[in-house]
């Protein structure tokens, strides 16, 4: 079986950082997956890791431990736009599937 | 570019009734395709997965169906509606071999009644 597990809610000023993290437990796993959903929308793909370390991609920025089952989504100099629900996700060896956490939702204050 | 539709956006439907969802892709050959539902607050759960046409894999139980009669459609149908199938259901691509980057359509908002 999967299970992945993430915090329900973070609130955080503009400006700040935030780290959302996301432990898993995944018989043959491959990489962990971030996705962003606003309120009413679509997911929207934010990043990909597949092997340890840390993978930036502008303000965002996702870290994994293989070793530990373990990543995180960090979001840097927050603005009032990253207000939305975070999704980590697995997939598996040979798999074409995701399986997602609850997901986080974030809340920027002003 | 590849693009993702879905239709309808919303939809209020008695329970027992039948249903039908449809998503098609643009812009993108033999891609992986997927319908999931999520629940007011929830995450997403996968309901089918198609990596080819007539090709199905079911991942839950249910009063609910999935086709691929074309390489860029993806049907999600039911024949009776129950009050449990009302929620937010959003089809989505990949392609290659790998699931882990995935494009969503905009999505059905079901409310069974």
């Known amino acids: 079986g999967q299970s992945l597990e993430q915090p329900s809610e973070v609130t955080a000023v503009e400006g700040a950082i935030v780290q959302i993290n996301c432990t898993y437990q995944t018989s043959g796993f491959y990489g962990l997956s971030w996705y962003q959903q606003h309120d009413g929308g679509a997911p929207t793909f934010l990043s990909y890791?597949?092997?340890?370390g840390l993978e930036e991609t502008g303000r965002f920025s996702s870290f994994l431990s293989r070793s530990d089952s373990y990543g995180y989504l960090l979001l840097q100099e927050l603005q009032m736009k990253d207000s939305a629900s975070y999704f980590c996700?697995?997939?598996?060896?040979?798999?074409?599937?995701?399986?997602f956490g609850a997901g986080t939702t974030v809340t920027v204050r002003a | 570019s590849q693009t993702i539709h879905q239709w309808p956006a919303t939809l209020v439907q008695p329970v027992g009734s039948p249903l039908s969802l449809e998503c098609t892709v643009e812009g993108t050959s033999n891609p992986n395709l997927y319908w999931y539902r999520q629940a007011a607050g929830r995450g997403l759960q996968l309901l089918f997965y198609s990596v080819g046409i007539g090709q199905i894999s079911s991942e839950v139980p249910q009063n609910l169906s999935a086709s691929r009669p074309q390489d860029r459609q993806f049907i999600l149908s039911s024949k009776k509606l129950l009050l449990s199938d009302s929620g937010f259901y959003l089809c989505a691509w990949s392609g290659g071999t790998s699931g882990y980057e995935q494009y969503f359509g905009p999505g059905t908002r079901l409310t069974v009644t």
């Open positions: 996700a697995v997939t598996r060896s040979n798999d074409y599937k995701l399986s």
């Open positions: 890791n597949a092997l340890d």
